[in-house]
């Protein structure tokens, strides 16, 4: 197996050193800084912000392209796909950012499980199981089939805020963790056994967000343009995450260069996937078991771990049911995934989402406790959803019979445990 890939399924991360090569530091840094500047003026929260962060693609222009050009870098694209062990063609980028250093001392985060949400500057995975399901269904897919995305932070500058826990993608909290989180400042401070991230200028980490991870120090004292980064695969897993880039972003690039065509076939991945998926609820709404089954195949290949792209696709029928009646906007500041759930809820009436909803709600109730509350460690609001753990007796078969209108037996409370 590929060095980088062995240590991201075993540990969670890999650090790579001059991912910027040297010779070309300082005019990424150069066009960095043009971006935050523009990000800069054009928001009025920036200086209020206590973790400011500015949209690559949203800021770049003729003059500083080449931000936007590293994120097809060989450094950058290619080792994605190298520690994800897919083909280039199949991975694409789908964010980036620039995390920045405030102009401000903040004061420090409030503690997670806001009404709003969950700062991240608090220890947190990146999962909201109101979005994304339990994280023991993520765990147990990535365990059998390795991950579908990696993110990224590369320094231009000395960084050593990132603290990991390694390891802590393969397994739920341990009850060190939990209890050290639980406490008073606990999701502020050095977890046992977490370590910094010492990144040197041009430095960078790859690694899978759902391990623990936290930004342990944001202040004026210190100047931070971290480009963070996120690419994932097709046709390997169904991951979580979808495209955050801003609709359009393959206009950047001029029209007819190799950079505008890869871009071009970075939507057309998101496109492609987002087709099936409107063909598996078509096949849902007729009761069309072989061809629900044949979407599930494209969307999910391996057997094992396809109930979490069930349980993604319900998600994405909640986001869908929420949608109704509303009116298309047009493309402007909205992600390729926003346009995306907005054109795919304008292909079916309200009377077959509807319909649809109601094959896929007994799922999402299922998914729920009963009782709102928050989980130190993860991202989001408090919510009734559950945070670790599959409900016991949710198969994917089960899942399978009930979206087809052809119930086996309710699924019930408890949990499922992950594998040994």
């Not at 005019?27 to 800084?33: L, P, Y």
């Not at 995305?149 to 990132?162: F, K, P, S, T």
């Not at 041009?202 to 343009?225: A, C, F, I, Q, T």
């Amino acid at each position: 197996m590929n060095p980088k890939r062995a240590q991201l399924l075993s540990d969670g991360y890999v650090i790579l050193r001059q991912v910027v090569p040297a010779g070309q530091l300082d005019r990424m840094r150069s066009d960095i800084e043009t971006v935050v500047a523009r990000q800069r003026a054009g928001d009025p929260e920036w200086d209020r912000t206590p973790q400011p962060r500015a949209s690559i693609v949203d800021q770049v222009d003729a003059s500083t392209i080449g931000a936007f050009e590293f994120l097809l870098h060989p450094n950058t694209h290619g080792v994605s796909a190298e520690v994800l062990d897919c083909p280039t063609e199949a991975v694409a980028a789908s964010q980036a950012l620039v995390i920045c250093n405030p102009e401000f001392t903040p004061e420090a985060p409030p503690r997670p499980g806001q009404h709003w949400g969950t700062d991240p500057r608090n220890w947190h995975r990146d999962v909201r199981p109101d979005r994304d399901g339990p994280l023991s269904a993520h765990i147990e897919d990535q365990l059998a089939n390795g991950p579908g995305y990696v993110q990224w932070n590369i320094a231009l500058y000395e960084d050593h805020i990132l603290y990991v826990v390694p390891g802590s993608h393969r397994r739920l909290s341990t009850e060190v963790e939990s209890s050290h989180l639980q406490g008073d400042q606990g999701t502020t401070s050095p977890v046992p056994e977490s370590i910094p991230v010492e990144l040197g200028p041009g430095d960078g980490v790859v690694y899978n967000n759902l391990m623990l991870h936290w930004g342990s120090k944001y202040g004026p004292e210190k100047k931070r343009r971290t480009v963070h980064l996120g690419y994932r695969s097709f046709g390997h897993i169904f991951p979580r995450q979808q495209c955050n880039l801003p609709m359009g972003f393959w206009n950047r690039f001029a029209e007819g260069t190799p950079q505008r065509r890869v871009a071009e076939h970075w939507f057309g991945l998101f496109q492609t996937e987002f087709a099936t998926i409107e063909e598996t609820f078509r096949a849902a709404l007729s009761g069309n078991g072989e061809a629900f089954q044949a979407g599930l195949v494209r969307l999910h290949p391996p057997e094992k771990g396809r109930r979490t792209c069930l349980i993604l696709l319900a998600k994405h029928m909640l986001a869908l049911h929420q949608r109704r009646g509303l009116p298309g906007d047009n493309d402007s500041g909205r992600s390729v995934y926003e346009w995306q759930l907005q054109e795919l809820a304008s292909h079916f009436t309200d009377r077959e989402l509807e319909r649809l909803w109601r094959r896929f709600e007994p799922i999402d109730e299922a998914l729920r406790s009963g009782a709102s509350r928050h989980v130190s460690g993860f991202l989001g609001p408090t919510t009734d959803y559950e945070f670790e753990k599959v409900p016991a007796g949710m198969t994917a078969e089960g899942i399978c019979a009930e979206v087809l209108g052809r119930p086996q037996r309710p699924f019930h409370s408890g949990s499922t445990p992950l594998p040994a």
